[in-house]
């Protein structure tokens, strides 16, 4: 399987889930984006000479589709519009497994490719077959109860931890972007980032298998304020007290101490700009109150989400 997500069956939802956010793990809107990436899918399969088969897997807006290859590989193929660039995400995932050591556990990456067509650029990552879903599939925002055991939040404890010590030039998280929004999304001063760390750049119940613990979707990979991924974790978790109650028991050295409660504010501000151009409403109030209970001081409402 692929680190971005995973084929997850049908599900009775428990009684007490709260309605699911709009999901956002969507095909292409376009029916022509949606032909273009059934093509690259098949065309990726044939070079690498594997089957694909079984049900499709799409990521954010339709920009990757994913499937089953042969019994035990992953077929994953993202597309990105030629003369753009094409940002840090579109190598992480292979520069993830190539950095991190084997204590970090992910799905590996066993073949790679790359080719343009006349408007577009593609990468296929043909990665190992993951037979578990993820802890939630459609989209980032949790909309239930995580029940997960002690060992669990311990190991991904300590593979947050190995993933910090790598070194990279990856910068998932720049100064320049804090300094920029900062004010304008938080209503407080800009800071200054101190305390740098390597993470994994979107940590979600998208992106996290378990028990036992697996982290997929390595596009972020990179370094990033200390305290980022938790505080992301956190925040898209919000709907949800219990678990998010459950975080930041798990990670109180984090999200406790200055250096990770700034990490947290900018994965706040991060998805209050994700709510400003209309994404994940229903996490906003949410969003707000977070940030204010932090700063003491009244967040810009969104503009999208005030409307």
């Known amino acids: 399987?692929?680190?971005?997500?995973?084929?997850?069956?049908?599900?009775?939802?428990?009684?007490?889930?709260?309605?699911?956010p709009a999901a956002v793990f969507t095909p292409p809107a376009d029916p022509a984006d949606h032909a273009r990436m059934r093509r690259a899918h098949a065309a990726a399969a044939s070079t690498l000479h594997v089957r694909a088969h079984g049900p499709s897997t799409w990521g954010f807006q339709g920009r990757t589709l994913s499937r089953r290859a042969d019994e035990d590989r992953w077929l994953r193929v993202v597309r990105a519009p030629l003369g753009r660039p094409c940002g840090i995400t579109w190598d992480g995932t292979v520069r993830a497994d190539t950095l991190l050591p084997r204590s970090v556990p992910?799905?590996?990456?066993?073949?790679?490719?790359?080719?343009?067509?006349?408007?577009?650029?593609?990468?296929?990552?043909?990665?190992?077959?993951?037979?578990?879903?993820?802890?939630?599939?459609?989209?980032?925002?949790?909309?239930?109860?995580?029940?997960?055991?002690g060992?669990?939040?311990?190991?991904?404890?300590?593979?947050?931890?190995?993933?910090?010590?790598?070194?990279?030039?990856?910068?998932?998280?720049?100064?320049?972007?804090?300094?920029?929004?900062?004010?304008?999304?938080l209503g407080i001063p800009t800071v200054q980032i101190t305390?740098?760390?390597?993470?994994?750049?979107?940590?979600?119940?998208?992106?996290?298998?378990?028990?036992?613990?697996?982290?997929?979707?390595?596009?972020?990979?990179?370094?990033?304020?200390a305290g980022f991924d938790i505080g992301l974790f956190h925040a898209y978790s919000l709907l949800v007290p219990a678990t998010a109650a459950r975080i930041r028991a798990a990670f109180p050295d984090v999200l406790h101490t200055e250096e990770g409660r700034t990490g947290e504010l900018v994965a706040l501000a991060q998805l209050l700009q994700v709510s400003e151009r209309g994404g994940h409403l229903e996490l906003t109030p949410h969003l707000v109150r977070r940030a204010e209970q932090l700063t003491g001081f009244p967040v810009p409402m969104p503009p999208a989400a005030a409307a």
């Open 1 to 20: 399987m692929t680190p971005t997500s995973t084929p997850t069956p049908p599900q009775a939802r428990p009684a007490e889930q709260r309605p699911a």
């Open 106 to 149: 992910r799905p590996r990456v066993h073949d790679l490719l790359e080719w343009t067509d006349l408007t577009h650029r593609y990468r296929a990552e043909l990665s190992e077959y993951l037979p578990r879903p993820a802890l939630q599939s459609g989209g980032p925002v949790l909309t239930r109860d995580l029940h997960l055991p």
């Open 151 to 185: 060992s669990w939040w311990a190991d991904l404890r300590a593979a947050l931890a190995a993933t910090a010590t790598v070194p990279t030039g990856r910068q998932a998280v720049r100064q320049q972007w804090i300094d920029r929004h900062f004010s304008r999304l």
């Open 195 to 225: 305390s740098w760390t390597t993470g994994h750049g979107d940590l979600h119940v998208g992106n996290l298998l378990g028990p036992p613990l697996v982290l997929i979707d390595w596009e972020g990979f990179g370094r990033m304020p």
